[in-house]
């Protein structure tokens, strides 16, 4: 199960590195390609939030099955540290999903407002030609 962390750390990275370079200012020659880039890599990408749902169904399933040492002295301590550490897991694992989620929505919506903020530079462009 750890490659499904890795592949959803990985896009999330990538989310993280497309945002920054979209929202660093004097980047204008970049972010014009850039959002060419990220546009087409949306809709590919929109295959991470059926994906975390999945891993979050695991989580989920993981937790309900797990084993509990509710008494003192139900479990070993190594029973313990390992019931410990799966929590622990469990915890950045569902951070993770949540960061992946949450880049996922502010790279799209990031990418609409440029574009949106060249189309309006494209008509007070047009504009001001027209009245000169």
């Known amino acids: 199960m750890a490659l499904e962390w890795v592949v959803l750390g990985y896009a999330a990275g990538a989310e993280a ?7 660093l200012p004097g980047l204008d020659g970049l972010r014009r390609g850039m959002v060419s880039v990220v ?5 590919p990408m929109m295959s991470v939030v059926p994906f975390c749902l999945f891993l979050l ?8 099955t797990r084993p509990t040492c509710d008494d003192e002295h139900a479990c070993t301590p190594s029973e313990h540290l390992r019931h410990q550490k799966s929590i ?3 915890q950045r ?5 949540a960061a ?7 790279l ?3 990418t609409q407002l440029v574009v949106r903020l060249e189309q309006m530079q494209q008509r007070v462009d047009k ?3 027209r009245n000169d």
């Open 17 to 23: 590195v497309m945002l920054l370079l979209l929202t």
């Open 108 to 110: 799209f919506s990031v």
């Open 88 to 90: 622990m897991k469990s």
């Open 57 to 64: 169904m695991d989580i989920y399933w993981k937790y309900e």
């Open 127 to 129: 504009l001001k030609k």
């Open 100 to 106: 992946a989620l949450l880049l996922y929505w502010v």
């Open 93 to 97: 694992n569902a951070l993770l999903i």
């Open 39 to 43: 546009r087409s890599a949306l809709k």
